[in-house]
């Protein structure tokens, strides 16, 4: 940085940027030395000439050299706003994202947790940052769900956010506790409706990634299960692995080891197609529910003003991050489906889960404040 400093106080900024601007530099040093060009000693500044030119040569240099800056994005390091604390499965996803982007774009990415408010903090944050393209936000589905359910943001996740692309999707599981008598999805489906709104399900409160789901798997079943609300993932799964509740539909990774340990029984994941950490469980797709798909995503946006151009750069670069195959391999040994779409189909998306979460929990817009 030091040496950087002294390149640019003695003049040399301009011999590395382009050689045009370096000799028009010492042109303007020698007429300024020498004004008559009669002699190297100074000579009394006689030079109406000189004042005349001056203006011109330096108006050339000012205009070329915002041609050279703008070619020069990041010349600082980026902020990716990831609205979740740290050690969450979003921030583990956050991070494996900023190393990539970090290490594509050439400087360094620095991961703020800012957890609170379902993700609207974080998300607020974001959206009113200046629209540089040096602030980034993970974003997540609970972001579509939350347009729904808390009617006081002060901000519009639509209006205010331009969409980059998603990162990766993570499905959930169906699974229900090893004394429930049922062995598929068809098992259960047959029980819940022999028993209507008497068997329960476990969600991490409205809105949330549990909920959502079971819900949309109800819908889609023909089945009533009665919600039983944790505070967190943590206690929701404690609360399935002692059968507490009977079924639960929670993300991939943090269900596996109690599917593993035998403490969880696993009849179907939600994803479209099945997924290559559990190759051999059929989709809820396939049990005779065709076109259910359910997934919770992370993704990268920006604030909605922010250049195109320097959109495309944090594209291409993020893109490039998710056909790593050192990230692609570990996001799937986490439970997750690689992204990697547009930003016309990323808003388009997100549109179309916005106007579903309305359907789903119109009636309780305003309930979480």
């Known amino acids: 940085m030091h040496m950087a400093k002294n390149k640019v106080l ?65 010349t600082k390091p980026l902020r990716l706003i990831v609205p979740s604390s740290p050690g969450s499965g979003y921030d583990v996803v956050g991070r ?20 609170g408010a379902s993700g609207n903090i974080g998300a607020e944050l974001a959206a009113k940052a200046p629209a540089d393209g040096y602030t980034l936000l993970l974003g997540a589905s609970a972001h579509t769900s939350n ?23 993570a499905p959930s599981v169906v699974t229900v506790h090893p004394s429930l008598p049922v062995k598929s999805l068809a098992d259960l489906v047959k029980l819940a409706k022999a028993r209507p709104g008497q068997l329960n399900y476990g969600s991490t409160g409205v809105g949330g990634t549990t909920h959502i789901g079971t819900e949309m798997f109800m819908g889609r079943t023909g089945i009533k299960l009665l919600n039983v609300p944790y505070r967190g993932g943590g206690e929701a799964a404690i609360g399935a692995i002692s059968g507490e ?46 076109r259910f798909e359910f997934s919770s995503w992370n993704g990268i946006l920006v604030p909605a003003k922010t250049p195109k151009d320097i959109s495309a750069q944090v594209l291409n670069a993020t893109l490039s991050t998710l056909k790593n195959p050192t990230v692609n391999k570990r996001l799937l040994e986490l439970g997750y489906v690689v992204g990697g779409n547009q930003p016309d189909q990323f808003a388009a998306d997100i549109k179309a889960e916005i106007a579903a979460m309305e359907v789903i929990l119109g009636k309780l817009r305003g309930t979480m404040e």
Not at 38 to 60: D, E, Y
């Open 96 to 115: 494996i994202a900023a190393a990539g982007i970090a290490e594509n774009l050439g400087q360094q990415v620095i991961v703020d947790n800012r957890a």
């Open 147 to 169: 347009v729904i359910t808390f009617r006081n943001q002060q901000f519009d996740f639509v209006r205010d956010f331009a969409p980059i692309t998603v990162l990766a999707a």
């Open 245 to 290: 509740i009977a079924v639960y539909l929670p993300p991939v990774a943090p269900a596996l080891p109690h599917i593993r340990s035998g403490k969880l029984r696993l009849l179907a994941v939600t994803s479209a197609e099945r997924i290559a950490l559990l190759p051999d469980t059929p989709t809820v797709a396939e049990t005779g529910y065709p």
């Open 10 to 74: 003695r003049g040399e900024f301009f011999e590395i940027m382009d050689p045009a601007r370096a000799a028009l530099r010492r042109f303007v040093i020698l007429m300024l030395r020498y004004p008559q060009g009669s002699s190297r000693k100074l000579l009394p500044m006689k030079t109406p000439r000189l004042h005349r030119v001056l203006p011109a040569i330096l108006c050339t240099i000012f205009v070329l050299v915002p041609q050279g800056q703008a070619q020069t994005y990041p």
